[in-house]
Nanobody, 114 residues
């Protein structure tokens, strides 16, 4: 019943921007911190960003700090990830989750390349 549906990925040149969206359902969204993670073939999931229940506190991996911004809209059960100054090493499939407490969605692919 718990679902995460990510969208907004695509192909972008280095230095470009993308905004990812995630629609969550099937649980008490407002009671959970939310996170974005990413995965490439042969690697485990890498945590990227986290936001607290009311959006008052955000945390980022060092690799994306200053470039990515996580936000949420509790009225819409949505989480967002604004990605600026993208680098080729940001290429990955991106997933949202409630700190990994539930099964993962399909994710959305981000490819940063010329």
């Amino acid at each position: 019943q718990v679902q995460f549906v990510e969208s907004g990925g695509g192909l972008v040149q280095p230095g470009g921007s993308l905004r990812l969206s995630c629609v969550a359902s099937g649980f008490a969204f407002n009671n959970f911190a939310m996170s974005w993670s990413r995965q490439t073939p042969g690697k485990g999931r890498e945590w990227v960003a986290r936001i607290t229940t009311s959006g008052g506190t955000t945390n980022y991996a060092d690799s994306v700090k200053g470039r990515f911004t996580i936000s949420r809209d509790n009225a819409k059960n949505m989480v967002y990830l604004q990605m600026n100054s993208l680098k080729p090493e940001d290429t990955a499939k991106y997933y949202c989750n409630a700190d990994g407490r539930f099964s993962w969605g399909e994710g959305t692919q981000v490819t940063v390349s010329y």
